[in-house]
């Protein structure tokens, strides 16, 4: 989670927008206050969450929100239990809170420099070492620790011992740590309780290693590569790694036994069969405005979203805020919105997909990534605005994840032509201040077949079926605009780039296979994610659950993403997940 110093930070936060100013301070702190409000059940899937009425317990939380990231997910969370939310403005209120969480998104270092900046380092020391409720998340948690090596040393709050390093990508596991994966118990952790052998969402690149001067404090580890501390718990003190706020009904019973800890309601003990980091099947809808000046989710043929009609209008599948609360319930790992017309308009007029986004983040609890239009602007007036504001209101709108397409493309010819980083660049802006774990790049390459791999200086394979002609050889050639224009650089030289400027998961599509329903691009696949170090989507082709359990077994994919057979009920998701366990293919259930 590589982040820029908060002094910069602030003079971007601070510029004169039009939309809201990132907040440098705000805490999550519960006050006692009567309130009436029984919540429904959050899906008959799993655990069963209700929110009892907050009349014999605090009823008021608040935030620790610098701007660096998503906290608008906490915040739903929180409402969606049945309590209100209240920020922290100084110190003393840190001192004043009956029940404290503390969110920490960004950098270790700037949000350190927060916290000593406004003097809420020595109140939180005083708050936790007086065995307050607390409950640090992610960040919030490596804080506690006594210092990381992200960007640094740079020193912690020092309450814990042990230090903070990054994840050890030379072992062959993909860096940032993304996705869902198991918990192993270590001891009573009290607000783990309802958990068993279910998987939660990690999104890091940086942990905490358990030691013998540690111990009393470690409550749960998580194994990638190595066991790393995955939640502690020292009396009323709680920290997790994982986001419960994104971990669905198993993280809403989390944040649900620390909220109301002697209020157990009623239990389900689901047991999961959690192991190890779990294959994602992720939902997308791609969103466009259609004829009538609706936004609507559609589905294309090779890229071409119009009926073959008389009237030629848009293919409209659903309304996007009911299909992606639909695809939670369904058990989607992830959902992602695509803003196919992104590229035509200004991003920050585009208040309708803003509005979706929003809508969306209040009853979907696990991540959401928006892609479409994120680069620099400048509108009518001439007012210039960053990529970096573009996505920061994203960000602020309920997006956990932004995925750049041209813009990155743009960015990587540009670096392997001059070999030097800019940092000017949208995916360099962006993964500097939230981290690369919030960036995804969108690949759209097109297949070009050849009659012998030095055709061409790009990066060829020779192919599983041949070409039209019998070409044995291909090369993937990289388009813009939606796939309107291609671009003099490969897929292999493009993912190799973005990786070294900051990209921290590549979502990888074809636009030969694009709603087919005849597979995945295997060799497509295969090349890029034998090629790289961070986590690839698999995307573009999928038809039946078989072809999910082929491109899990056949490349190193961490995801596969589908639409139109999701959105047509061809192939529901928990098909596709049933298929994939059966196959020994460990899943989220």
Excluded at 36 to 44: A, D, E, G, R, Y
Excluded at 381 to 405: P, W
Excluded at 434 to 457: F, H, M, T
Excluded at 492 to 502: H, I, P, R, T
Aim: proline fraction near 4%; include cysteine; charged fraction near 25%.
């Amino acid at each position: 989670m590589e982040g820029i110093p908060y002094a910069s930070f602030t003079s971007f936060a601070t510029k004169s927008l039009s939309f809201s100013s990132l907040s440098p301070s705000s805490i999550i702190v519960p006050h006692r206050k009567s309130q009436k409000n029984t919540l429904k059940s959050v899906s008959p899937r799993k655990l069963v969450i209700r929110a009892s009425s907050a009349s014999s317990s605090g009823s008021v939380v608040t935030l620790l929100d610098y701007g660096a990231g998503n906290v608008r997910s906490l915040r739903n969370a929180i409402h969606f239990l049945g309590f209100k939310i209240e920020d922290v403005q100084t110190p003393k209120d840190i001192l004043n809170a009956e029940r404290l969480i503390f969110p920490g998104v960004g950098a270790f270092a700037s949000a350190m420099d927060v916290l000593v900046k406004t003097g809420m380092d020595e109140a939180l020391r005083t708050y936790i070492k007086d065995d307050r409720p607390f409950l640090g998340i992610c960040l919030g948690l490596q804080l506690l620790f006594e210092y990381s090596e992200e960007n640094g040393p740079v020193n912690g709050l020092g309450l814990v011992p042990g230090v903070v390093g990054r994840f050890n990508s030379s072992n062959g596991f993909r860096v940032p740590h993304i996705g869902w994966n198991a918990l192993q118990i270590a001891k009573d952790s009290e607000i783990l309780e309802d958990v068993g052998d279910q998987h939660v969402y990690f999104v890091h690149s940086y942990r905490a290693m358990p030691s013998d001067d540690n111990k009393e404090w470690v409550s749960s580890t998580c194994n990638y590569g190595d066991d790393f501390i995955a939640s502690i718990r020292r009396g009323n003190v709680h920290g997790v790694q994982f986001h419960p706020e994104k971990s669905g009904d198993v993280g809403l019973s989390i944040l649900r036994r620390f909220l109301l800890p002697n209020s157990r309601g009623k239990k389900n003990p689901t047991q999961g069969k959690a192991s190890k980091l779990a294959k994602r099947v992720i939902a997308c809808l791609d969103v466009r405005t259609n004829d009538k000046g609706d936004l609507v989710v559609t589905k294309g043929d090779q890229y071409d979203v119009r009926e073959h009609t008389k009237e030629n209008e848009v293919r409209n599948l659903g309304k996007p805020v009911e299909l992606a609360g639909q695809y939670y319930k369904d058990g989607a790992d992830e959902v992602s919105f695509l803003n196919i017309t992104g590229f035509r308009d200004f991003p920050l007029g585009d208040l309708p997909m803003l509005q979706v986004l929003r809508q969306a983040s209040e009853n979907v609890f696990v991540p959401l990534t928006v892609g479409g239009g994120i680069r620099d602007f400048t509108d009518a007036n001439g007012r210039y605005y960053s990529s970096l504001e573009v996505a920061s209101e994203y960000f602020r709108s309920g997006a956990d994840k932004i995925s750049i397409g041209s813009d990155a493309a743009y960015a990587a010819e540009e670096y392997l032509k001059t070999k030097v980083k800019t940092g000017k660049s949208s995916l360099e802006q962006i993964s500097r201040v939230y981290g690369n774990q919030a960036v995804v790049v969108s690949i759209d390459p097109r297949r070009v077949y050849l009659k012998s791999p030095n055709d061409v200086e790009f990066k060829t394979i020779r192919v599983t079926k041949p070409g039209p002609n019998g070409e044995e050889y291909a090369w993937y050639q990289c388009t813009v605009n939606g796939g309107r224009e291609g671009r003099p650089i490969g897929a292999y030289e493009l993912a190799k780039a973005v990786e070294e400027l900051g990209a921290g998961e590549i979502l990888l599509n074809c636009i030969d296979c694009d709603g087919q329903g005849k597979g995945f691009d295997i060799d497509l696949i295969k090349l890029i994610s034998d090629a790289v170090s961070i986590p690839v989507i698999a995307s573009s082709g999928a038809g039946a659950v078989e072809h999910f359990s082929e491109v899990f077994t056949e490349s190193n994919a961490s995801a596969a993403l589908a639409a139109g057979i999701f959105h047509r009920k061809e192939v529901p998701i928990q098909s596709v997940k049933r298929h994939l366990l059966k196959e020994g293919i460990e899943v989220r259930m």
